[in-house]
């Protein structure tokens, strides 16, 4: 094949489909699980801290370290097989054991990860879960096991894989902190198919505790969105009355407004993080065909019971959310044109008085303007007047006569002036 280059990151996508291999588990054995999430802004948190943590752990152990920026990491601590993983939100530590140990779900198997290296971790735990994996053995002895491990009322359990395997989990928190998950496996199931097995249901757990933190969130805003729905519904009522209040009101809806908005970005990530979880718990549920073991519950019946309604509280919390914005954003719209409206008929009227002022100003004006002609005249008429009196005694003429002659004259003179200037000022021309 011709030399042609290859775009910067094919090699990288390519590996990444193969970047979290499913681990090899050969039964009898046992498995804890770790799920650690930084309490706030977990997705923008500082990932270095999360392989020095692992680091950390390895070191422990002599264990060799990962290569740098690794988001995954699978290798031997002791006898123990680790199995990390660096998620958006959370990281997960997976220590798979040999054997089935002194008694089922002994709590000091997590003293494979020391406590001072967990008080050190960059985060809380999410969840943690015991796995206890074992040769599949007569039914009896499955119910028993059934009975003294987990809690009746919340049980699981179902047959999975075509009967490769029996799974069963409470999904409750046990004395020592820790969620019990159980896997019969038959011996002819590989050491791939039961590492599949095992990592799906330590998903499932995982998936579903970060899901519920949506519908925690939710919980938390809850109370307010109800009281900015009164309040919304409030204001569109005042808007319907029209009582002269507009402006007030316009401000108290854009006020609503800006909340809202500012609700649904703090709580857009996490909603649009708990529709992805879900469908992952969905997805790996799915994938293990469950048949009913027994007439017991299966792992979708006990979601479906339990799980979906919190979820659908998530759902139906985010599209009246989505909703009250909409509506928000409509009502102040229409409220803005409402007062915009208004203001138009205001300016409206402002400008028909303005209209009337000028009218009248124009008027006194002209009244002013004439008696201005009066008033010059009189005093241009005594002015010719003592300028012309030497000659009116050359002519026959008595002041009176010759003043009165000059009346006319003198008047038309002035107005002819005045107008003059009149015309210029409104027409703007230059000063006489």
């Known amino acids: 094949m011709p030399p042609i280059q290859d775009h910067p990151l094919r090699y990288k996508l390519a590996n990444e489909l193969h970047a979290r291999p499913f681990p090899s588990l050969s039964a009898p054995c046992r498995a804890v699980f770790l799920a650690v999430k930084r309490p706030k802004d977990a997705a923008s948190r500082d990932r270095a801290l999360d392989l020095d943590h692992l680091k950390a752990l390895l070191d422990r152990y002599g264990a060799a370290h990962p290569q740098p920026g690794a988001t995954h990491y699978s290798g031997q601590i002791g006898q123990h097989t680790l199995k990390w993983e660096q998620h958006t939100e959370f990281v997960t530590y997976t220590v798979f054991m040999p054997g089935l140990g002194d008694k089922p779900f002994d709590p000091s198997d997590f003293n494979v990860f020391p406590t001072d290296w967990l008080m050190d971790?960059?985060?809380?735990?999410?969840?943690?879960?015991m796995l206890r994996i074992e040769l599949r053995p007569e039914e009896s002895e499955i119910d028993a096991h059934l009975s003294d491990w987990f809690v009746p009322e919340s049980l699981a359990v179902s047959q999975v894989l075509g009967d490769d395997a029996v799974i069963a989990g409470d999904f409750r928190i046990d004395q020592s902190g820790?969620?019990?998950?159980?896997?019969?496996?038959?011996?002819?199931?590989?050491?791939?198919?039961?590492?599949?097995?095992?990592?799906?249901?330590?998903?499932?757990?995982?998936?579903k505790a970060m899901s519920m933190l949506g519908f925690t969130r939710v919980r938390e805003v809850s109370p307010r969105l109800g009281e900015m729905d009164a309040e919304l519904m409030r204001l569109m009522e005042l808007m319907a009355n029209d009582d002269g209040h507009e402006e007030s009101t316009l401000r108290a809806l854009l006020q609503v407004s800006t909340e809202l908005e500012s609700l649904s970005?703090?709580?857009?990530?996490?909603?649009?993080?708990?529709?992805?979880?879900?469908?992952?718990?969905?997805?790996?549920?799915?994938?293990?065909?469950?048949?009913?073991?027994?007439?017991?519950?299966?792992?979708?019946?006990?979601?479906?019971?339990?799980?979906?309604?919190?979820?659908?509280?998530?759902?139906?919390?985010?599209?009246?959310?989505?909703?009250?914005?909409?509506?928000?954003?409509?009502?102040?719209?229409?409220?803005r044109t409402q007062v915009e409206v208004g203001r138009s008929a205001q300016?409206?009227?402002?400008?028909?008085?303005?209209?009337?002022?000028?009218?009248?100003?124009?008027?006194l004006q002209e009244t002013v303007e004439g008696l201005s002609v009066v008033a010059i005249s009189y005093y241009a008429v005594s002015l010719v007047g003592y300028l012309l009196y030497p000659l009116a005694g050359a002519i026959g003429l008595s002041k009176g006569m010759m003043t009165s002659l000059t009346v006319l004259p003198v008047v038309a003179v002035v107005w002819w002036m005045i107008r003059r200037i009149k015309h210029k000022v409104e027409k703007g021309g230059p000063d006489l």
């Not at 097995?197 to 757990?205: G, K, N």
């Not at 300016?347 to 000028?358: C, F, G, K, P, V």
Request: glycine share 6%; with cysteine.
């Open 121 to 129: 971790a960059p985060g809380v735990r999410v969840t943690s879960a």
């Open 178 to 207: 820790h969620q019990r998950f159980a896997i019969f496996a038959r011996e002819r199931v590989g050491e791939r198919r039961a590492g599949r097995i095992a990592q799906r249901v330590c998903e499932i757990e995982t998936y």
């Open 265 to 335: 970005a703090r709580t857009s990530f996490r909603m649009g993080a708990t529709g992805a979880y879900e469908a992952i718990v969905n997805q790996r549920i799915a994938v293990l065909r469950e048949e009913h073991y027994k007439g017991r519950q299966t792992f979708a019946e006990f979601m479906m019971r339990r799980y979906d309604p919190a979820m659908r509280t998530v759902k139906s919390a985010g599209v009246r959310l989505d909703n009250m914005v909409a509506r928000a954003t409509r009502a102040a719209d229409l409220l």
């Open 347 to 363: 300016n409206q009227q402002l400008l028909h008085s303005m209209n009337q002022r000028a009218e009248l100003q124009l008027r």
